[in-house]
Structures are given as C-alpha cells and as structure tokens.
C-alpha cells in the first residue's frame, strides 16, 4: 500500500509552513522526512494521518484521498506515533498498547486471544514486556515514546508514520526501535519517519526527502540525495558520506 503527498500545501493559523510538497513511499520503504527544525517536517506528517488538513493538494492512501476515508477505516490502514505521546494515565502498558486493536473490533467488544497476542508481540518488538503492568503515567518519557509505537504497531497497520520516534530514547532504546522499523519494512509496510539525526537517517531510511523552509529540495535514494553540496547548503555541516563498507555518514563540523 502506497503513500502520497501531492503538492501538499497547508497553513498553521495564517502562516503557510507547507508549499506544494511532494513525496511517496512504497511498500518495503522507510521514507525519511529530514530537514533543519522548523522546516515543517512534523506538519507534513500530521496532514498525512489528518491531524492537519492541507490548503491545497492530497495526501492519497492507494490512491484514495486520505481525508475522504472513514476514520476507522484510516485507523486500520495508518498507523501513527507522535512526538509527544499522550501519557493514558491510569492504564497499564499493557492496555495502552491494546488500544490499537480497537479499530479492528470496536470500543466495546471483548478483545480476543489474537487480540492479546498481537498485543505482546508488540510489546516485545520495543522491549516493553518488562513494563507491561506499569501505570503509563509513571513511566519516563522515552519509555513513552515506545507505548506510542507499541500501540501504533497493535494497529496493524500497512502505512507506519512515526514522528521522532528516537525522541527522548537512549542510544539502546534508539536503535531496538530503528531495527523494528526497518524490520516492518522489510516485512512489507511503507515506512514514513521524521529524523533529527541524519546519522540514523543515514543507517535505516531507504529513501530521504529533504525540507527546507517548507518546501521538498530533495527527494529520492538516502545515497544520492544526501551530497556534500546539499549537507552544506541545507544543513549547515560538514560531512564526509561515505557507501562503502556502507552507507554512513561522517560530520566533520560547521560548514
């Protein structure tokens, strides 16, 4: 299942923060969306799972406008973790992540054995079983940050959009988290995730667009998108991108 922002314009207030963006991910594709902060990363993403409707263009699920469909039915296809997860106090981890199943079965039916056992398959997947009967409430940030996954991944979903995922996560919690992405990828999910460091960008994005004050520079293979030139330009850096023995990139300093 396919995912495509098309000339994707939006305001926030009166300020146009997107103009005319374009991007798509396929099926086995992690998609990262990169750019200095403030370059509306974080707004492209929302007008993807509708938290934000654009002015102008479409976000299309497989070629239907993503703001046509019935909420469960994009609830069922997208899934979605935030940067800033709500913190459901007063549930345990457990139940936080098992709210992902709703829309497979409706607020007030009883969840199933399969219901249960994708619901630890996913705890497992972000190193969450430990914690399953902890208030969610109690938990730190980062350790929220993986509920918000967790719960994204119970959903099923075909398209994953994750916004920072690494956010507040220390550097094991970082990649147990990359390594499941990539992983959902290459399980066949379309992949769509905001980074802040283009080192891991670098290591799990198959495909980069590049924002830049609102507007997509840049699109394409991480390889070829990521240049000298355009780390410069865009970035501010200097840095050394390197494919072999692979893809890695190396910041030398200021540009």
Partial sequence: MTLVANAVTARLGSREVLHGI???????EVLGLVGPNGSGK?????????????????????????HAMKRSELARTVGVGT???????????????????VPHRGWFDRPTGSDADIVEQCLDRVDLT?????????????ERQRVAIARALAQQPRILLLDEPTNHLDLRHQLVVM???RDLAAEGLAVVVTVH???????????????????????????????????????????????????????????
Avoid at 83 to 101: D, H, I, K, Y
């Fill in 130 to 142: 430990g914690l399953a009967e902890r208030d969610v409430g109690a938990l730190s940030g980062g």
């Fill in 22 to 28: 374009d991007f798509r991910v396929r099926p086995g």
């Fill in 179 to 181: 390594n499941a992405v």
């Fill in 83 to 101: 940067q800033e997860p709500e913190a459901s106090v007063g549930l345990t981890v457990r139940q936080s992540v098992a709210l992902g199943r």
């Fill in 42 to 66: 974080t707004t492209a993403l929302r007008c993807c799972y509708r938290a934000l409707t654009p002015t102008a263009g479409t976000v299309l699920v497989d070629g239907v406008d993503a």
């Fill in 197 to 255: 460091d283009l080192r891991l960008a670098v290591e799990y994005c198959t495909s980069l667009a590049v924002l830049d004050n609102g507007s997509v520079v840049a699109t394409g293979p991480t390889a070829e998108v990521l240049t000298d030139n355009l780390l410069s330009d865009i970035f501010g850096i200097r840095a050394i991108v390197s494919a072999v023995p692979r893809l890695s990139i190396d910041i030398i300093g200021l540009a």
